[in-house]
């Protein structure tokens, strides 16, 4: 990992009305880390993880990936930056019942109007590597939740983002999926030099992570 911080956030400040969520935020990260935000229901880990992924835009603050303040963008840019830098992965998989696995796992490519033949051959060796090629052909309804939860981990890689920000993945699956899904994580970043900033409530997951930040009442604990 290099010296630079991939993701520097400074004094990020967020209120829905009167509620004040994140109360002066700041922290960075390393490319290739992974890193678990842990605490009680409500402290804003949600949040945080909608405003370092751009979905949301603080109140006060700034967001850097790669020392380009991204809170400066149009609202257009932005969405642009969102679709080729960050990856998301939620407790829900939110596949697209409609579709195949496959086609789900393209969507962010397509939008952004970057498939290309590598990208198909990208997407190939991740279904390789999560062991669900024979299985992207499939409708969402004929698949397991592991499965599932797969396939939204690939969709959220296809566009090599710079990051994945992930939810709770973990939340609806049983021990034994759910050890395999953070196993592939490790995997993941072992392979690509992924980063990741994950949401749990997991402790073994917590436990593996390269470090924890502890998230109360919208302060991180130091």
């Given at each position: 990992m290099s010296d630079a911080p991939l993701i520097q956030a400074n004094g990020l400040i967020k209120r829905y009305g009167a509620l004040p969520v994140l109360r002066g935020i700041n922290l960075s990260i390393q490319k290739g880390e992974i890193v678990a935000v842990v605490g009680p229901s409500g402290a804003g880990k949600s949040t945080l993880l909608h405003i370092l992924g751009t979905v949301d835009r603080p109140d006060q603050g700034s967001v850097y990936y790669n020392n380009t303040d991204v809170m400066r963008l149009a609202d257009r840019e932005l969405s642009r930056f969102r679709n080729r830098n960050v990856g998301f992965v939620y407790q829900q998989h939110q596949l697209l019942?409609?579709?195949?696995?496959?086609?789900?796992?393209?969507?962010?490519?397509?939008?952004?109007?970057?498939?290309?033949?590598?990208?198909?051959?990208?997407?190939?060796?991740?279904?390789?590597?999560?062991?669900?090629?024979?299985?992207?052909?499939?409708?969402?309804?004929?698949?397991?939740?592991?499965?599932?939860?797969?396939?939204?981990?690939?969709?959220?890689?296809?566009?090599?983002?710079?990051?994945?920000?992930?939810?709770?993945?973990?939340?609806?699956?049983?021990?034994?999926?759910?050890?395999?899904?953070?196993?592939?994580?490790?995997?993941?970043?072992?392979?690509?030099?992924?980063?990741?900033?994950?949401?749990?409530?997991?402790?073994?997951?917590?436990?593996?992570?390269?470090?924890?930040?502890?998230?109360?009442?919208?302060q991180l604990d130091l």
């Open positions: 019942p409609e579709f195949s696995a496959r086609e789900n796992v393209l969507l962010p490519a397509m939008i952004g109007h970057l498939r290309t033949p590598e990208t198909d051959a990208y997407m190939d060796d991740l279904f390789g590597l999560m062991d669900i090629r024979l299985r992207a052909d499939h409708r969402p309804s004929q698949l397991s939740g592991g499965e599932q939860q797969r396939f939204a981990v690939a969709r959220a890689l296809i566009n090599r983002p710079k990051v994945v920000l992930a939810d709770e993945p973990s939340g609806n699956l049983d021990t034994q999926h759910a050890r395999q899904l953070h196993d592939l994580f490790f995997t993941l970043r072992q392979q690509y030099g992924q980063t990741f900033v994950i949401v749990t409530h997991n402790p073994e997951l917590a436990a593996r992570a390269d470090r924890t930040l502890h998230l109360t009442d919208g």
